[in-house]
């Protein structure tokens, strides 16, 4: 429980100072409000405050802007007056460890995972795919995971589609219809993954999430920014690539309870993207992460310009809100104007619908769980200024981080080692041995004066033995055969 001497994290103050506290901010939380309100200087002094308590912690840079935190700030005529009406005495400007990351390379340290982690599930909807093609890959993958196969890049997952495609009929009992028509346009979508940034994404190394929730040298929590500008051209990759991350967090890290503060938190920006055509099975798996994913230390704090963007079945387990300001141009923005008030515990010195639309830039409608986890009062609250730069850090500042980081070394470059596409491959340079064998025996038999009896009269084909070889037992695969988790992600060990 917070002390005197420790409130909890100070967000801002509105007829009093209003404080999250570090061992219920695992009960996750929603930042929204309009572009230009504020969210992102609200996003930044809670990962400020949760690395100053040694909680590591995870956001994406969808506009380029919060490289910044890992620089000192400088004073600021607004800045300071903030801090005096807020009575923040003790403000200070200091910069914060950070890691970069980035998908592509260019702006962090390479971050990956391996199509067999990522799993069927998120697979098909980074794909796009319909029931049927859907059915395919699950298919396909079960085939893998019976096998042990890993399929850690494209042309892995592209080779066994092939695979299936040229064996279908042999695969049909096992694994059920697969028509060429339907793995063909499967791999056509591979294709356009590919060309939007998927090779560079799908491969080894794989990430270690530990290397997610590491401290720096002060003590301080690492602030892990992924550069998401670039990404979010590609918008199903970006909100597919968090959603995994946030299904290996869920699948890898031990129960740890109700912990004194979380082990990492995690700020989904642009989460609308997440939801956006999402069928129902997977918000419903969404929702069942989200709700137990506290009991691992994680807090996930859902960061969008309006709060409707959020099922609700999800948005009724982010007890922590900071609610910038709305538009109420259109009736759905009068629709979210009135739902985003009603979901806060009323307040009688103000009318909260007409708050959020008055609300001025930095300033929110803030309401915390309080020490019962309840939700406290919601207050009207100027949002305190943060202590690292506003705006980004510049390249070179980028790029003395990146080259000092020790993770460097382990994930800039790119591993290829031996998996479905050698394995299939080797089969298949096997099968063609076999064939060139058996037609010089036939060939030499014909010169013989008598035929030599059949060894057998339904000798296998070369393929059809590598077809049986491929879905042969289960039983014959213990110890090898792999097992996934709510998502679909691989349950390690």
């Known amino acids: 429980m917070a002390t005197q001497e420790d409130p909890g994290i100070f967000i801002g103050k509105g007829t009093q100072p209003v404080y999250l506290l570090p061992r219920l901010s695992n009960r996750h939380g ?39 935190i890992s620089q000192a700030g400088t004073e600021h005529p607004k800045l300071m007056e903030r801090a005096a009406t807020i009575g923040l005495a003790d403000y200070s400007f200091e910069s914060f460890p950070v890691v970069f990351w980035d998908l592509f390379g260019k702006q962090g340290h390479r971050v990956r995972t391996t199509v067999s982690e990522m799993g069927p599930l998120l697979f098909a909807r980074l794909l796009d795919l319909n029931d049927t093609q859907e059915g395919i890959l699950y298919a396909v993958f079960k085939m893998a995971d019976d096998q042990g ?33 339907s793995i063909g346009a499967i791999q056509r979508r591979l294709l356009v993954l590919e060309e939007e940034g998927g090779k560079q994404f799908l491969g080894e190394p794989a990430l270690d999430l530990y290397d997610f929730m590491r401290t720096g040298p002060n003590g301080y929590g690492n602030i892990n920014i992924l550069a998401a500008d670039q990404l979010m051209q590609s918008p ?32 989904f920006d642009e989460a609308h993207l997440l939801f956006d055509d999402a069928p129902k099975a997977l918000i419903d798996k969404v929702e069942q992460v989200v709700r137990l994913i506290r009991s691992k230390g994680v807090g996930v704090y859902f960061v969008t310009q309006n709060p409707l963007d959020i099922p609700d079945s999800v948005l009724g387990q982010l007890g922590n809100r900071i609610q910038h300001a709305l538009r109420a141009f259109t009736p759905r923005d009068q629709k979210a104007v009135r739902a985003a ?72 470059e790119s ?40 060894r057998r009269g339904n000798r296998q084909s070369v393929m059809e033995a590598m077809v049986k070889s491929v879905v042969r037992s289960v039983g014959s695969s213990l110890g090898r055969r792999i097992a996934r988790g709510v998502l679909g992600s691989i349950l390690k060990g």
């Open 341 to 412: 008030a009603t979901t806060f515990r009323a307040n009688p010195a103000f009318d909260a619908v007409e708050a959020i639309k008055e609300l001025g830039v930095g300033e929110a409608l803030v309401s915390t769980l309080g020490g019962k986890g309840t939700p406290s009062v919601v207050e009207r609250t100027l949002i305190r200024p943060p202590s690292s730069r506003l705006g980004p850090a510049t390249r070179a500042e980028r790029r003395e981080i990146i080259e000092a980081s020790m993770l460097g070394k382990r994930y800039d």
């Open 149 to 181: 196969l890993l399929l850690l890049d494209l042309k892995d997952l592209r080779t066994l589609l092939t695979f299936a495609g040229e064996n279908a009929r042999e695969l049909t009992l096992e694994y059920g219809n697969m028509s060429r028509a």
């Open 415 to 454: 591993v290829d080692r031996r998996s479905a596409y050698e394995h299939l491959k080797e089969r298949a340079e096997k099968a063609a041995e076999v064939e060139v064998q058996e037609a010089e025996e036939k060939a030499a038999s014909r010169t013989r004066k008598k035929a030599p009896r059949a």
């Open 236 to 267: 199903k990759l970006y909100a597919t690539f968090l959603l995994w991350l946030l299904s290996e967090l869920f699948e890898e890290l031990p129960e740890v309870g109700d912990p004194e503060k979380p082990r990492l938190v995690f700020f």
């Open 30 to 68: 929603l930042i929204a409000g309009a572009t230009g309100t504020g969210k992102t200087v609200s996003l930044q002094i809670l990962a400020e405050d949760f690395s100053r308590r040694g909680v590591p912690v995870f956001m994406a840079d969808v506009k380029g802007d919060l490289s910044g």
